[in-house]
């Protein structure tokens, strides 16, 4: 059974966010980290995994991303503090 994944990312100081969808998590979050993907979040050193979703239908991910990106800024704050209140990089939590 296929996954799917929305996902956000953002830099060091947690000031831009990137908010995307995928298959597969790891290989993702790496493409960003190694600077491997280029535009918005190479220039913006947007690197650090702070939030994630799973899903098992791609529609549901692609809606839930959109619906994601149409949010202003402090509802993604609230959602993220609420998932992940230290804002620490969760990339080393998936990959294990």
């Known amino acids: 059974m296929k996954q799917y994944y929305i996902y956000i990312l953002t830099n ?22 190694n600077k491997l993907v280029k535009g918005f979040t190479s220039k913006y050193n947007i690197n650090k995994l702070v939030y994630y979703e799973v899903f098992s239908d791609v529609r549901d991910a692609i809606y839930r991303e959109k ?3 149409s949010w202003n800024r402090k509802k993604k704050i609230e959602m993220i503090e609420k998932f992940n209140p230290e804002w ?3 990339y080393e939590e998936i990959i294990w």
Do not use: A, P, S
């Open 67 to 69: 619906q994601i990106k």
């Open 12 to 33: 060091q100081y947690n000031t831009v966010f990137y908010v995307g969808v995928t298959n597969n998590l790891i290989r993702r979050v790496y493409e960003h980290k």
């Open 88 to 90: 620490k990089d969760l």
